[in-house]
């Protein structure tokens, strides 16, 4: 399905029933990174898994921006009249999350992120000289947000009012004091190491996220 928000072109699936969960995936991929999970949280939730702008079947952009993603989700969740929805951003989909829940404090029943980032200086060395390297080849803009955005704040932080939970696999890209600083800093949030998992391992073709968000949301 599509739907026009914030100026741009969205596709989304919807799976399910039940109370509405919003899942988006992280930066270079789309929807379909979640499909293991979606299995599992249909059963509970209607999930809706949206295309970030610029990735998947979603309208094509000459430059991202996290802001404008949040907004993009803030409309989505409007025009479509979704009451509290659970939030759960991966990657640049927790980015997503954090600022959104920071906007609009009264518009989630719960956030969940996993391996989100503060700024360009969360990513470890080695991990951010490939993506880097891959933003002279890649003619979009995908890597290049990652070199100048996002630069989310304690005060930021400290807004966010909804019940949170940070996730990271033990391996992730993201330096572990990073995310560490996020459940530490939002008042009330809980932290969750996934051991020997990387960036991914526990959410690409895996189930583990998705036992993980029913046991928060119950």
Not at 1 to 30: A, Q, W
Request: glycine share 6%; charged share 25%; hydrophobic share 40%.
């Amino acid at each position: 399905m599509f739907i026009t928000v914030n100026g741009v072109r969205l596709f989304y699936e919807k799976t399910g029933s039940g109370r509405p969960l919003i899942m988006v995936h992280c930066n270079s991929m789309d929807h379909k990174i979640f499909k293991s999970a979606v299995k599992v949280l249909s059963e509970c939730f209607t999930v809706y898994c949206p295309d970030s702008r610029d990735h998947g079947k979603s309208q094509k952009v000459k430059t991202l921006h996290y802001e404008d993603m949040a907004e993009d989700m803030y409309q989505f969740i409007t025009e479509l009249s979704l009451e509290k929805p659970v939030f759960y951003g991966f990657s640049d989909g927790g980015i997503i999350g954090l600022i959104l829940a920071y906007r609009h404090p009264d518009l989630l029943s719960s956030l969940i992120v996993s391996g989100a980032s503060l700024n360009p200086e969360s990513t470890k060395d080695l991990p951010m000289k490939f993506f880097k390297l891959w933003s002279h080849i890649d003619r979009s803009d995908k890597m290049r947000i990652m070199m100048r955005e996002p630069d989310i704040t304690d005060e930021m932080l400290r807004g966010i009012t909804v019940p949170t939970f940070v996730t990271a696999g033990e391996k992730d890209v993201i330096k572990l004091s990073h995310t560490e600083h996020i459940a530490e800093t939002i008042p009330g949030a809980k932290l969750r190491i996934f051991p020997k998992a990387g960036h991914t391992g526990y959410i690409m073709r895996s189930t583990k996220i998705a036992d993980y968000i029913l046991s928060v949301t119950e």
